[in-house]
């Protein structure tokens, strides 16, 4: 059974930068395909990324923004932020689905992590 757990979250300041961290144990994320998530109090989960094999679909909100890495012997997907703002707060997950291309639907991901909270704020 899969079992994802993230972590890096925190506050920082408009402008800033975190990188966020997602670790699988129990399988290899090699035959999933990986998104990240987030979510605002008040709002819907949204989707930020959907990595498949070697490459990385991206959100609107966050392209040119966050780029997502994933090293295969660590078997963790990394989220890298940069220049955030404060409309990027909110409670970060991030989620597997099996199988392979732009497959990560928050209704149908198969394994989620608990979140990890990031807040931007001066």
Not at 27 to 34: D, G, K, Q, V
Request: net charge negative.
């Amino acid at each position: 059974q899969l079992e994802l757990v993230e972590s890096g979250g925190g506050l920082v300041k408009p402008g800033g930068s975190l990188r966020l961290s997602c670790a699988a144990t129990g399988n290899s994320l090699e035959w999933y395909s990986i998104g990240w998530f987030r979510q605002a109090p008040g709002k819907e989960r949204e989707r930020i990324s959907c990595t498949s094999d070697e490459y990385t679909i991206y959100g609107d909100s966050v392209k040119g923004r966050f780029t997502v890495s994933r090293v295969k012997d660590q078997n963790t997907v990394y989220l890298n932020m940069n220049n955030l703002e404060p409309e990027d707060t909110g409670v970060y997950y991030c989620a597997a689905r099996m199988g392979s291309g732009d497959i990560c639907n928050r209704l149908y991901m198969d394994h989620w992590g608990g979140g990890t909270p990031v807040t931007v704020s001066s």
